[in-house]
């Protein structure tokens, strides 16, 4: 039981580059979320999805897209043309119930963008 | 104004002392209240859950919610060297499935 697990763990990518982040998890938990983690800023929630091929914005979602597969243990979460501001650590989690009474999290990927 | 206002610090405790860390919150919706420990470079790992208000004990670890004044704090008895970690408070109306509000952490250290 891996729990939560996110691909790849470090990146630097240069402006205007394309990426896409794997999150998967192996506890058929239905809730997935992507987190970035800011200097200051704590986590602030990107996107979020609530089951197979559903997502849902965040507080932050712009720059960024999504896509739950049809094998719902994994959420991508997509930087189409990457930006310095995106820049950050970024964290996946999934939850088992819709009233988010808990949360487990990936160990997070660090992207540099320069 | 964010929702959940936490004292980034650091704070810096000899070990075996007591600590105490706090948080505020501003959305009277909220319910569910929750601890999360993070060491440097993992992720985020549930520590202790709440739900409303009250407290809860878990080994030296004690999660208080008091609603009425909107405060979380989180108590660490006998603290130890390995606690030193950032610890985030997060909470959440139940409402949805959006996700947390998470406190910007505070950084805490253990002096042996």
């Known amino acids: 039981n891996a729990g939560v697990t996110q691909t790849p763990k470090f990146r630097v990518l240069k402006t205007g580059q394309s990426m896409t982040l794997l999150c998967a998890q192996d506890m058929n938990h239905e809730y997935m979320y992507w987190y970035r983690q800011d200097p200051g800023m704590g986590l602030r929630l990107i996107h979020y999805?609530?089951?197979?091929?559903?997502?849902?914005k965040g507080e932050v979602p712009d720059g960024y897209n999504v896509s739950r597969l049809k094998k719902k243990q994994n959420f991508l979460l997509g930087l189409e043309s990457a930006a310095p501001s995106q820049t950050s650590v970024y964290f996946c989690a999934s939850g088992q119930t819709a009233s988010t009474d808990t949360q487990y999290f990936g160990p997070g990927t660090r992207l540099t963008v320069l | 104004q964010k929702e959940v206002e936490q004292d980034p610090g650091p704070l810096s405790v000899p070990e075996g002392a007591i600590v105490s860390l706090n948080c505020t919150y501003s959305?009277?919706?909220?319910?569910?209240f929750m601890w999360y420990r993070q060491y440097s470079r993992k992720g985020p790992e549930l520590l202790m859950y709440t739900y409303s208000s009250g407290n809860k004990e878990d080994g030296r670890f004690t999660a208080q919610v008091d609603k009425s004044s909107k405060y979380i704090s989180l108590f660490i008895r006998d603290s130890q060297p390995s606690d030193s970690a950032t610890y985030l408070c997060a909470s959440d109306s139940g409402g949805g499935a959006d996700g947390l509000t998470f406190g910007k952490g505070t950084h805490l250290i253990i002096q042996p």
């Open positions: 999805s609530v089951g197979e091929g559903t997502t849902a």
């Open positions: 959305n009277s919706a909220f319910q569910y």
